[in-house]
């Protein structure tokens, strides 16, 4: 255990401890008024999305790690240092940034930068770097980008799938695997967004993070007690889809629903904390201790927090640093207040399906894919001309705002989980498809799924460009947020089938044919300018 021998600080000629307080508490509650718009929109994530419920402790766990590192922090004379101010000036640009952008993941990671400037400039580099655990560990709290979210989630289902699958044919039920979709025969388990393992990857990663702290083992134990999170989250989850699949199997499925589903997760998640103590309790034993002798849980006096506060508030300091933060905030009022520009498009339930000689049969999405997804507008047809052997399924998904963390989905995160094969997939520009017979470049994809094929076109229409990339969809979202006040946007899929008996060419001339045919329309429903005045052709 480390050794505990903290003396009063308060000693003779130091304020007391409640008037020490009153300069750090003015200087956190500055930055939190000052970065409110991305702090309350991140506590609204930890309400909604269970992925995140862990948000609240996260703050109250640095808490207690900050109280852990004061045995050390008494142990040297905290000295200022003006590089700290650079930090927070360097936080409060992410903020007028992720203002200007609405990019609230900028203002959250801004907040936690001044945060850290503050604390430099307080007690400097030397004492900083012995609390770098709680100000790390604050990091847990923000969610992830959309984008990033969904493409982990996607490749966190189908790994789950597989190695669940593998586990069910280990034990001699007989079952087929279609991307994310178990098919046990006589029902069929679909692997949804919620069984990615993802409510228990970063719930278990902040907690991997602080059993590696609280563990006085080697550097290298430490950090693989965090990382092995990662693995046991993706075992443990495929390891419980394996097990629903069982009793799914035998007793119907019922087991894979309601309180029974949710508390197999409950189980699971205890399980994987079992590991990580299984864990450290070897790496123990490897010593020749306990897990006791090593793992230094503690609860210290709550007085033991005086050791951070500054001997004295500095008066000049700490007005200077509040008027900047809040001098920065009210700047930015007149833009954070400011409404975003929403343009007016006529709504996609009134796209035509007469177009040439196209004649279109308009399809809904289920709710389920609706609340996912979480579009403003979309639209789901098939066309076909009379000569056509195959019809061409189009689908648009309209954002109006892509800002507070809906937007586009790429469907190379969807296609896999469907169970569909990617043949080949690359970017292929289509000639004479604008008004002025300008090329579209798009991303062409040839999938396979047994013996069918589809041949898929995609792209992204972001405000006034077409974009292939989907990670250069979010730049220009940043961008275009910054220097425009817009960020809506939509993603445009055409899917035609390949019959076996005819070439693909065959298919990208029908896919071609229909794209050159449709364009004026959706350039008529999908805003580029908003000074534009189009007309359906």
């Not at 000639?431 to 995609?458: C, F, H, M």
Request: proline content about 5%; glycine content about 8%; hydrophobic content about 50%.
């Amino acid at each position: 255990m480390r050794n505990r021998n903290i003396k009063n600080l308060d000693t003779t000629g130091e304020m007391p401890v409640w008037g020490r307080m009153l300069g750090p508490i003015i200087l956190l509650f500055a930055s939190m008024y000052a970065f409110r718009e991305g702090l309350l929109l991140m506590v609204n994530w930890w309400e909604r999305m269970p992925e995140y419920n862990h948000g609240y402790l996260i703050p109250l766990v640095a808490a207690y790690l900050l109280l852990l590192s004061a045995d050390r922090f008494k142990q040297i004379v905290p000295k200022r240092s003006l590089s700290g101010l650079l930090v927070v000036i360097f936080g409060l640009v992410l903020l007028v940034l992720g203002e200007l952008s609405t990019v609230y993941t900028i203002i959250q990671y801004g907040f936690l930068v001044t945060l850290s400037g503050l604390v430099i400039f307080g007690i400097g580099w030397r004492g900083a770097l012995i609390i770098w655990a709680p100000l790390v560990y604050l990091v847990f709290m923000i969610p992830l980008p959309d984008f990033l979210f969904q493409k982990l989630s996607g490749e966190l289902q189908l790994l789950s799938s597989q190695f669940g699958v593998m586990f069910l044919r280990w034990v001699g039920v007989s079952v087929y695997l279609e991307g994310n979709v178990i098919d046990l025969g006589t029902f069929q388990l679909q692997v949804a967004e919620a069984c990615s393992g993802l409510r228990y990857l970063f719930p278990l990663m902040s907690f991997g993070f602080l059993c590696a702290y609280l563990f006085e083992g080697k550097i290298w134990q430490k950090i693989f007690i965090f990382l092995s999170t990662i693995p046991i989250t993706i075992f443990m989850n495929s390891f419980r889809i394996g097990v629903i699949g069982i009793l799914v199997e035998y007793y119907g499925i019922s087991m894979a629903r309601g309180f029974l589903h949710d508390f197999e997760g409950w189980i699971v998640f205890m399980a994987c904390v079992g590991i990580l103590f299984m864990e450290m309790t070897a790496f123990a034993l490897l010593s020749g201790r306990k897990l006791a002798d090593v793992f230094d849980v503690r609860v210290p006096p709550l007085s033991d927090f005086a050791v951070f506060l500054p001997k004295s508030n500095p008066s000049f300091a700490l007005a200077g640093l509040t008027a900047l933060i809040l001098a920065t905030s009210i700047s930015m009022a007149s833009f954070s207040d400011r409404e975003e520009i929403l343009p007016v498009v006529p709504s996609l339930n009134t796209f035509p399906l007469k177009i040439a000689e196209w004649r279109g049969d308009e399809q809904a999405m289920e709710q389920v894919y609706l609340d996912q997804l979480q579009l403003d507008d979309y639209l789901m047809a098939n066309y076909r001309r009379p000569s056509d052997v195959a019809s061409v399924e189009i689908y648009i998904a309209y954002y109006a705002s892509q800002r507070k963390g809906s937007s586009v989905h790429s469907p190379k995160a969807c296609l896999p989980g469907g169970g569909w094969e990617i043949i080949d997939s690359a970017v292929t520009s289509i000639k004479e498809v604008g008004p002025a017979g300008e090329n579209l470049d798009v991303n062409r994809t040839l999938i396979r799924l047994g013996d069918s094929q589809q041949l898929v076109y995609y792209w992204f229409r972001q405000r006034d460009r077409n974009v292939t990339n989907e990670y250069l969809v979010k730049w220009y979202i940043f961008w275009d947020a910054l220097t425009r006040n817009r960020t809506d946007g939509s993603l445009l899929r055409l899917v035609t089938v390949v019959p076996e008996a005819t070439d693909v060419s065959e298919a990208d001339e029908r896919m071609q044919a229909f794209l050159r045919d449709i364009d004026p329309t959706i350039a008529y429903f999908l805003p580029r300018n908003i000074d534009d005045n189009n007309e359906p052709g």
